[in-house]
């Protein structure tokens, strides 16, 4: 079974809305890594959060964690018709197994 | 330059063949994946080495056999294709312990 999973699987929003999507996992992990899947195309790293951190921003990227919850937030502000893809979460299991987990991904639409 | 390299790119072949998809990082990694991305985008880990070591074989069938001849290379070979082997393939690679990983462009395998 999946052991990762991102709500909602799909979002459609209008140009300048900020989006948010969220992720939960079942496992422990070292960090949380959220990728961004164009339309056919590969996986593109778009920030990472350790364990002991609790938020990261990255230009118009803002990512929470909380442990207790096994849980994560994206949250890209400002949203552009260029944002529209599919978003993961990632969590590299602290098992030190090197497992990598995944959810299904949230489906973004950005509407011009 | 790019980071993780997959080819091909496509691969359309008729069912019973066999086939090899290759994968090469030149990140200096230690550790190399293969995930399978089904028509539903779930991403499912399927392999993962750690220097050249076969460390996590996730309920895959055995007509699916990864070889690593270095660390910097993760080959796919898929024997007696099937129909349901029908799906995007990515290889990535990270430095075990968590640091970002890096995703190849993905090889679209169609059986036919």
């Known amino acids: 079974s999946q052991q990762g999973e991102e709500d909602p699987q799909a979002l459609s929003i209008q140009e300048g809305e900020n989006a948010t999507m969220n992720c939960s996992y079942k496992?422990?992990?070292?960090?949380l890594q959220w990728y961004r899947q164009n339309s056919g195309r590969g996986l593109v790293h778009l920030i990472l959060?350790?364990?002991?951190?609790r938020e990261k921003h990255s230009g118009r990227l803002r990512v929470t964690l909380d442990t207790s919850k096994k849980s994560s937030s994206l949250l890209i502000t400002a949203s552009r018709a260029a944002d529209t893809a599919s978003y993961f979460c990632?969590?590299?299991?602290?098992?030190?197994?090197?497992?990598?987990?995944f959810g299904q991904g949230t489906t973004l639409q950005v509407k011009p | 330059d790019t980071a993780v390299s997959q080819t091909p790119k496509y691969l359309v072949t008729q069912m019973g063949n066999d086939k090899s998809i290759k994968c090469e990082q030149n990140?200096?990694?230690?550790?190399m994946y293969w995930y399978k991305q089904d028509s539903k985008k779930f991403l499912k880990i399927m392999f993962s080495?750690?220097?050249?070591?076969?460390?996590i074989n996730e309920t895959v069938p055995n007509r699916f056999s990864p070889k690593s001849p270095d660390k910097a290379h993760l080959n796919l070979h898929i024997n007696s294709l099937e129909l349901g082997d029908s799906a995007v393939y990515f290889c990535?690679?990270?430095?075990?312990?968590?640091?970002?990983?890096?995703f190849g462009q993905g090889t679209r395998l169609t059986v036919v």
């Open positions: 990140l200096g990694h230690d550790t």
């Open positions: 990535a690679s990270s430095q075990k312990g968590g640091s970002s990983a890096f």
């Open positions: 959060i350790r364990s002991n951190e």
């Open positions: 990632w969590g590299y299991g602290s098992s030190n197994t090197g497992k990598l987990i």
């Open positions: 496992t422990s992990i070292n960090n």
């Open positions: 080495y750690n220097n050249k070591e076969l460390i």
